[in-house]
């Protein structure tokens, strides 16, 4: 797990000063965006490496 300071950019993006919920719940949500990115990431990679195989029949 990513420690909070190297989701600064992300927590900065989404937080607002009006919201009720606090920066625990900023936390949770930038972590989860970035696991997401990380998902759509390797997901591409998967894709790629699926096209190159059909490409080789």
């Known amino acids: 797990m ?3 300071e190297e989701l600064q950019d992300i927590i900065e993006l989404i937080k607002s000063a ?3 919920v ?6 949770v949500h ?3 965006l970035d696991k997401l990115v990380d998902l ?6 998967i894709e790629e490496k699926v096209d190159k ?3 080789e029949g």
């Open 2 to 4: 990513k420690a909070k």
């Open 18 to 20: 009006e919201s009720p």
């Open 22 to 27: 606090g920066m625990d719940a900023v936390y």
């Open 30 to 32: 930038a972590l989860i």
């Open 40 to 45: 759509e990431e390797r997901i591409k990679r």
């Open 53 to 55: 195989g059909q490409g």
